[in-house]
């Protein structure tokens, strides 16, 4: 079992629609957990953190964390063609200071 | 500067030559990651400084990658004796802290090609 397990999609939405990202960690006792996106060829871009159970918005984006069923997802509402990239969830474990991160979910929005 | 800066941005380099990757991270910044990505995979975990030590290596691959932190700020990642698997973007994170509430902030990255 992978220690951060992403689908790798792609996810395709239309314009303006809801996406849906999701995230799964086998460390119970993982604390802290990220969200990046990441364009083509570029690097990671912090989107979102988040600590405790339950949801956080900002914008656009809600992190929702559930640590009973170790998920974590990020939804994007009203979805923009500017959104297409690669969301990598990563997560700071119980042993140390590194992230581990998943595979990365491709979104891709149609116009 | 603004963010974290890495160079170079790239570098193609033969079989078996050694290569250097720097790292400067945001000013102020005490904890420093390297991490590799390959291609359409996700990062892997290199190596962690808090300061100048390396509270956690576990990542770095084989005794041929080493690293190092001199006064509290920029890092050195060498890879002696360079081999194709090598081949990866190499991308440098800092956070203010190393706690675990500190986000990571990336650099753009070094794109290494071992020809």
């Known amino acids: 079992q992978k220690e951060v397990e992403q689908n790798s999609g792609p996810l395709s939405v239309p314009e303006g629609a809801i996406a849906s990202l999701n995230c799964t960690y086998s460390?119970?006792?993982?604390?802290?957990f990220f969200w990046y996106r990441q364009y083509s060829g570029k690097s990671p871009e912090l989107i979102m953190f988040?600590?405790?159970?339950g949801d956080k918005e900002d914008g656009r984006f809600t992190a929702q964390l559930n640590k009973a069923s170790q998920y974590v997802s990020l939804l994007i509402r009203d979805s923009q063609p500017s959104d297409s990239a690669t969301y990598l969830c990563?997560?700071?474990?119980?042993?140390?200071?590194?992230?581990?991160f998943g595979t990365g979910t491709r979104l891709a929005v149609r116009p | 500067g603004a963010g974290v800066s890495q160079s170079p941005s790239n570098k193609v380099t033969e079989k078996g030559k050694d290569v250097e990757l720097r790292c400067d991270p945001i000013s102020g910044h005490t904890a420093l990651y390297w991490y590799r990505q390959s291609l359409g995979q996700g990062l892997e975990f290199l190596i962690y400084f808090q300061g100048n030590s390396a509270p956690d290596k576990s990542g770095l691959p084989s005794d041929r990658f080493s690293a190092e932190r001199t006064g509290g700020s920029v890092s050195t990642l060498t890879i002696q004796r360079t081999q194709q698997e090598d081949s990866a973007v190499y991308l440098c994170?800092?956070?203010?802290?190393?706690?675990?509430?500190?986000?990571?902030?990336f650099g753009d990255g070094t794109r290494l090609s071992i020809l």
């Open positions: 990563a997560v700071r474990g119980s042993s140390g200071d590194k992230l581990t």
């Open positions: 994170a800092s956070s203010s802290t190393g706690g675990g509430d500190q986000p990571q902030h």
């Open positions: 460390d119970r006792g993982s604390q802290s």
């Open positions: 988040i600590y405790s159970n």
